[in-house]
């Protein structure tokens, strides 16, 4: 296979010329093409069993092939689908035999020999059917597939009466067909009909249905190009299309992940062969096979001085040449006291006690337990929208539960109110609070200065004031949640600072450890002094090198004026027209926390073309991060390090996949 040849396609069309840019649609770079045309299904004739009968006599296809021989092309593709399988199995051969030696082409072939290579290709052997054929035709269709080996597992029928009617139904009208014929035991949703418009949502529609679609038209341009030797390659339309699974070391390890790894892990789920990365620096990520990506989701918000800053690796080198791997829970190493040191000095004031922990989990369970060691309660208020983490504490007090949703009430005892984003919202905030405070049994309000998961969703600015002065009233902790806005994101070294509000229990994990595994809950001394010895502890909490990382990262965010480029980041991204230029989509966020949210024509979140544009994006170089209430948020968190130029090109790329995915 080849890129960037020319080879040539010739395409032997019936004459109504109603739908060739369907089929222009899918060709990739590389491919020079010439259509002949001959007498097809006619005007004023059904599309019935006779008419396609007639309209697959070979003499006229002959005639138009012949017209191409002086072009010397490498493939000769006849477009007439129900014409290459109305007279049963081994006819289609018959055609592309017919046609590829009229042109003086070494090959040829038909969208009914394409579509059986294409399933073949995609390993699909179980397929849901949609036709726009009346019954007769359609039963012509399967019987050909049949005879393929392919089993029909289910069949919706959009049976119209001409080649105009097929050609007017918009891709919309097909994706919901297809969404309708679709069956569990399905490995591919199969469309017949040469006339059909599908390339606008085959990617969106592959995403929401966890499985390959494949039109007619797509196979027979795949199958050309395939024929000609030119990787039939284009981003954004569809499986069948997708750069081929990684070969070599890529392959090897994807192998080996589908083996042993837990299918309850968390997975690029826009991608079954997502890219293996071996290297990085600053903003750009480098795979296995050599592709380099853009990285603007950054470890989930973590790596906040982008990959590999010398500064950062030099503090872990520093520590790991003192030969100290690591000391357990027992015994702690000089560089976790002067972390705790300088983070006293920057933090709010009075939040000058720390607990150490493992990750942003661990931390939230641990101001949990704090909250109720300090108070004696046991119920706790989060907001709707929320996410604190995954194990069963933190989970219990997040909005957002995703698959877990499974596990039913959880504990401790939590209630979710609404998230403020209004004046009217505040205000009715307030009153619901009041009641939830007034039994007296709260432990804690636990509150994300700007929602991450929930789509870089940010709150009214008297909330947290409101919540501080509620909380103090009522002798209830007030839990800030920064294990995402912390160290730097909202332009602020942590969220609350764009309040006067201080909390009593604060909790930092993700970029605030240096990219590698480490948590902090910090709070005033009152609280974490009342906790008896050895109450809470994990052995790896805060390693010496996650330590050294954080130090070395919060150094450079204060020394460097990296707090302050979160906000340039984002007037740059808000600057851009992006939402502005791409129909249906919205720009969300605040700083270096922002979101392209994807709504459908009627307004509508659209987590399935979310995740098609996230796909698409990806295959041209640009790493995203879902989040949204729906799914329905293209999430943009690059490094603060990241420049100028970087962000318009990730921007451009975005662009280009939300409208290649419409």
Known sequence: ?????????????????????????????????????????????????????????????ITAARLTRAARPAVAALGDHAGSFIKGSGFDLVQARAIAEAAGAPHGTTPSTALGAALAHLDARRIAVVSPYDAEVTAAGLAFLEADGLAVVSLRQVAHH????????GAEVWRGAAVSADHPEADAIVFLGGGLRTAGMLARLEADRGKPAVPATAALVWHACRLAGVEAEKPGMGRLFDPPPGKGETGRIHGAMRRHLSSGTKTYAISETPPVFRSAAGTMLLDTDGKRYLDFACGSGTTVLGHGHPRVLAAIRTELDRGLTHLGPHFHAPVQIALMERLAGVLPSGLSAFHPATNGTEAIETALKAAVHATGRRRFLAFEGSYHGRTIGSLAVSHARGANAVLGELKPDTVHLPYPVSDGDLADLGERLDRALSTGDVAAVLVEPVQATAGMRSPHRGLLGMLAARCRSAGTLLVADEVFTGYGRTGRLFGVQWSDAIPDILVLAKAASGGVPGALVAARPEILKLLRPGV????????????????????????????????????RIAGSGLAARCPETALVGTAAMRGLAVFDTSGAPDQSRTRAIRSAALASGLVTWECGTHGHVIGLVPPLTVSDEEIDRALEILEGAVTRVR
């Open 536 to 571: 809470q502890s994990s052995t790896f909490q805060l390693h010496p090198l996650s330590a050294a990382a954080s130090l070395a990262t919060l150094d450079v965010l204060l020394e460097e004026g990296l707090i302050a480029r979160a906000l340039g980041i984002g007037e």
């Open 1 to 61: 296979m080849t890129r960037g040849s020319r080879a040539r396609v010739a395409f032997i069309w019936p004459d109504d010329g109603l739908n060739d840019d369907e089929y222009w649609s899918y060709l990739p770079d590389g491919v020079a093409w010439l259509a002949s045309r001959y007498p097809g299904t006619l005007e004023g004739h059904g599309l019935d069993r006779a008419t396609f009968e007639a309209s697959a006599d070979l003499a006229p296809m």
């Open 162 to 169: 001409d080649e105009h009617a097929i050609a007017g139904a």
